[in-house]
């Protein structure tokens, strides 16, 4: 395939920055989609005002004409310690989900036309396992000892539900898209937490990169309506 265009939301650091070095890696040109932009391949795009989202679309074709790879990464947590679903203000729950599920449906819808002109298009919805319903009922997972929380599991859990219909409407478009979850690692995302994760950006990107990008998983033949992370697929 000849020269293939990305666009990843969120890329100002974390997971997003690392996405975007990874693709760069294996030849992609990347447009950072970013709140403030910085650097000459970046572009202004908050994924909660329709009006960058529509600008950023606008200036990606007059550019490049089409787009081959839509990593959706940008996220919030929204997560105060010690304040559980029932005492959290329905307000924080609803910035949560403007970013991260209301926030993909605006750039993914903005960027479809883009993505149709592709002849191979990728869609990367940046989740987490915290979204997964299964490791959130399950006894024997680390996750069912974490603290119940309104918004974040919820808005990742939509998101997954949101990529499984993306991908029935693209199927036969020969749009894949699937959704990755990093797993923990440092960032400033997770900084709060106070102990060190293990892992890094880099390593979380790997999943995301790997879908985004010509890879095996990724092929003409590859998955879609997904759920992955490093080691394969995640249960819903
Ligand atoms: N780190 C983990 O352990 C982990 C685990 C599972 C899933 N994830 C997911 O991975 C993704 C990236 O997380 P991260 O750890 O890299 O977090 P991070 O370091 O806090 O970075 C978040 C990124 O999202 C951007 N962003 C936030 N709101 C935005 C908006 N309205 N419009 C555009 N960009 C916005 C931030 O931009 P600014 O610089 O402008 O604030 C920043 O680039 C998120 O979707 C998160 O849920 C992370």
Redesign the pocket.
């Known amino acids: 395939m000849s020269e293939r265009i990305a666009l990843v939301?969120?890329?100002?650091?974390?997971?997003?920055k690392a996405v975007a070095a990874g693709l760069s890696a294996r030849g992609m040109t990347v447009i950072s989609?970013?709140?403030?932009p910085s650097g000459e391949l970046s572009v202004r795009?908050?994924?909660?005002d329709q009006e960058t989202i529509t600008a950023a679309a606008g200036w990606i074709e007059e550019r490049f004409g089409r787009l081959d790879v839509l990593v959706n990464?940008?996220?919030?947590?929204g997560y105060t310690p010690g304040r559980p679903p029932g005492a959290t203000p329905v307000e924080s729950v609803r910035e949560v989900f403007e970013?991260?599920v209301l926030?993909v449906v605006a750039v993914t819808n903005a960027m479809l036309p883009l993505l149709r002109r592709s002849p191979a298009a990728r869609i990367v919805n940046?989740?987490?396992?915290v979204g997964s319903l299964t490791y959130q009922t399950d006894p024997d997972h680390y996750m069912y000892g974490l603290p119940p929380q309104a918004a974040y599991p919820a808005s990742?859990a939509a998101l997954n539900a949101l990529t499984v219909q993306y991908a029935r409407e693209l199927a036969g478009e020969g749009i894949q898209v699937n959704a990755a979850?990093?797993?923990?690692?440092d960032?400033?995302?997770?900084q709060g937490l106070g102990f060190d994760?293990g892992r890094t950006?880099e390593d979380?990107a790997r999943v995301v990169v790997d879908l985004a990008s010509g890879s095996d998983m990724a092929g003409p033949d590859g998955p879609t309506g997904g759920f992955f992370d490093e080691n394969g697929r995640v249960p819903w």
């Open positions: 939301t969120g890329a100002s650091r974390g997971v997003g989609g970013m709140r403030t795009l908050d994924v909660t990464n940008a996220g919030i947590s970013t991260n926030g940046v989740s987490s396992g990742k979850t990093p797993g923990p690692c960032t400033d995302f997770t994760l950006a979380g």
